[in-house]
């Protein structure tokens, strides 16, 4: 049995001085017996019983955000959350789940065709062409680096294709996969979150990458920086991932999220010393990419510094 002890600091304030969330934090370590606590949206995980909880005093509050969670890999435990995890908006964070299902459908090096449909995609695009053609790979690259909602409908097309399905039918699909994986607290109503009707929490979302994160390849995609695609024509396409955090230590990479209903979104992963926190955030209140990021960035930050496991 590990004993357990957890002193996440409490935020006492987040103060936005220009554009960068100052947070000043009470440092309290604390012991206590105390069953593991039921966090609204969380996915049961069957766990060895613990004989020591740690818990916060208080709990975590003013973090720039509408929503957000703290999820620790190693023991499928959600450390901390805000107290309202009620479905919301989660933009293109949406895709996490799109990849966990494509690459339960289709090989990675089969070859999809860009059709027009596809390459009319409204939002974030990879600028993929009508008839040119893509792995999988290839795609799942476009879809979860650059955010391409083009890539997430060439995907639907291949994924409804192998199943003789119509396109239509991706969501129920997904709804269908995620009750699969343990996830209760997912609606989605299209591949790439565009739609604000595709709703989720931050603690599944956390859990959600976690998932994605024991898949070797899209863990490789999600933790690349920079690639680039080559149509089956000769067309390159360089691919620059959006999470801003990517490259600092310990980073395993994430995915990020914007609708003006669902606001700046991110979920992202860091890995040191052997624990791994997956961190997210939905609707920052610094409305940018980059707000997103520093809150997820500090919450990630106070984890690895206040969690401790023996």
Not at 67 to 91: F, K, L, N, R
Not at 178 to 192: I, N, T, V
């Amino acid at each position: 049995m590990k004993q357990w002890s957890l002193g996440l600091g409490t935020l006492l304030c987040v103060v936005l001085g220009g554009s960068i969330p100052l947070l000043a934090f009470q440092q309290e370590r604390l012991q206590l017996q105390a069953p593991i606590p039921e966090v609204a949206g969380a996915r049961t995980v069957e766990l060895p019983v613990l004989p020591i909880y740690a818990a916060l005093k208080e709990p975590i509050s003013g973090v720039a955000a509408r929503q957000w969670a703290v999820y620790h890999v190693e023991s499928g435990t959600v450390v901390a959350a805000s107290p309202d995890q009620q479905m919301v908006p989660i933009a293109s964070t949406t895709k996490l789940l799109t990849s966990s299902l494509v690459v339960s459908v289709l090989p990675l090096d089969a070859s999809l065709t860009v059709s027009q449909w596809a390459a009319q995609a409204p939002g974030s695009r990879a600028e993929l062409r009508k008839g040119e053609q893509y792995s999988v790979q290839e795609l799942l690259q476009a879809l979860l680096m650059v955010s391409g909602n083009d890539a997430a409908r060439v995907l639907v097309e291949g994924v409804t294709q192998a199943k003789g399905l119509d396109r239509s039918e991706f969501p129920r699909l997904m709804n269908e996969h995620a009750r699969q994986l343990g996830f209760e607290h997912f609606s989605f109503a299209d591949a790439a979150g565009y739609e604000s009707e595709t709703k989720g929490t931050a603690t599944d979302l956390t859990q959600l990458l976690a998932h994605n994160l024991e898949n070797e390849v899209l863990k490789a995609i999600i933790g690349t920086k920079r690639t680039i695609i080559t149509s089956a024509d000769g067309r390159e396409t360089a691919m620059t991932n959006t999470d801003e955090l990517l490259g600092g230590q310990g980073v395993l990479g994430g995915k990020t999220g914007f609708t003006p209903d669902a606001g700046y979104c991110l979920v992202s992963a860091t890995q040191r010393d052997g624990k791994t926190f997956v961190v997210a955030v939905l609707s920052s209140y610094e409305w940018s990419r980059g707000g997103a990021s520093r809150v997820v960035d500090l919450l990630t930050k106070t984890a690895f510094e206040d969690v401790v496991i023996e």
